[in-house]
């Protein structure tokens, strides 16, 4: 049952910009946190991003600190990644992901504590 769509991957050079959309299918996810997690090919998924919708609290991985940004439209109940000076690195597919924020102190950069997550979009950076 699908809970996360994510649009917005394709292919870019080097230095280029993509930005990634997430909107849930058919419910709200406001009492949640949301994330972004990405997985290249024979590496384990990894941590990007997250914040929660009030924008309250985001949190990035050192690696994509200062390029990339997580935003949330509130009245289209969509998430967004933009990604600046993308990088060959940067290639992967990339999930949204859904954190309940109501069992407590959570620790967003952790895959284990997401209960729903889309099916991925790629994004390939061209050197």
């Known amino acids: 049952q699908v809970q996360l769509v994510e649009s917005g991957g394709g292919l870019v050079q080097a230095g280029g910009s993509l930005r990634l959309s997430c909107a849930p299918y058919r419910r709200t996810f406001s009492d949640y946190a949301m994330g972004w997690f990405r997985q290249a090919p024979g590496k384990e998924r990894e941590f990007v991003a997250a914040r929660t919708w009030s924008g309250s609290s985001t949190y990035y991985a050192d690696s994509v600190k200062g390029r990339f940004a997580i935003s949330s439209d509130n009245a289209k109940n969509t998430v967004h990644l933009q990604m600046n000076s993308l990088k060959p690195e940067d290639t992967a597919v990339y999930y949204c992901?859904?954190?309940?924020?109501?069992?407590?102190?959570?620790?967003?950069?952790?895959?284990?504590?997401?209960?729903?997550w889309g099916q991925g979009t790629q994004v390939t950076v061209s050197s």
């Open positions: 992901t859904a954190a309940p924020l109501w069992r407590g102190p959570i620790n967003l950069r952790t895959s284990a504590v997401y209960d729903f």
